[in-house]
């Protein structure tokens, strides 16, 4: 018979906080320690009764200190002051309208994984993930996409190589 979250709670509270404090410091601990044991009470009646229930909460705590890391990362950093006028940088047809375009006009997956890829920076199998496809289908749309934009893009020619 398994027995009471409270139980678990109570034995592994120390370890999965220690883990979150060694990943992420001890501003970010608390919250990603909570995190863990929300997550893992909602899952915890799926479970088997042979789990290795420490190492399935360290996994579920190294998830979401991996969550409160991207969270950060897409935080605005402070500066000390502000630009003048607001910037046009980085908005679609602001710097190079004819790139812009052609991006446009790629196919919705090409033009998501180039920019997922190129842009954000993604990892292949994180776009797998959000297109919902494989790692090699993300690959290979992100590798046409940009085929095709060094075909069609004026800006990408180079004088003397080959159309």
């Known amino acids: 018979m398994k027995r009471p979250f409270e139980k678990?709670?109570?034995?592994?509270?120390?370890?999965?906080?220690?883990?979150?404090?060694?990943?992420?410091?001890?501003?970010?601990?608390?919250?990603?320690?909570?995190?863990?044991?929300?997550?893992?009470m909602?899952?915890?009646?799926?479970?088997?009764?042979?789990?290795?229930?420490?190492?399935?909460?360290v996994t579920i705590a190294h998830r979401k200190a991996i969550d409160v890391l991207r969270t950060a990362k897409r935080q605005p950093l402070p500066v000390e002051e502000l630009p003048e006028a607001p910037t046009t940088s980085?908005?679609?047809?602001?710097?190079?309208?004819?790139?812009?375009?052609t991006v446009r006009a790629l196919p919705d997956k090409q033009r998501q994984a180039v920019a997922y890829h190129y842009v954000a920076g993604l990892p292949y199998a994180e776009i797998a993930e959000i297109l919902g496809g494989t790692v090699e289908a993300a690959?290979?749309?992100?590798?046409d996409g940009i085929k095709s934009l060094r075909k069609n893009y004026p800006g990408a020619r180079v004088k003397g190589a080959p159309s």
């Open 90 to 101: 980085g908005l679609p047809g602001s710097d190079d309208p004819e790139l812009w375009e």
């Open 42 to 57: 909602r899952a915890y009646p799926e479970l088997p009764e042979t789990a290795n229930v420490e190492a399935w909460l």
């Open 139 to 143: 690959r290979r749309a992100a590798a």
């Open 8 to 40: 678990v709670v109570e034995e592994h509270a120390g370890t999965v906080l220690r883990v979150c404090r060694a990943a992420l410091g001890v501003s970010d601990a608390d919250d990603a320690w909570s995190e863990t044991f929300i997550a893992a």
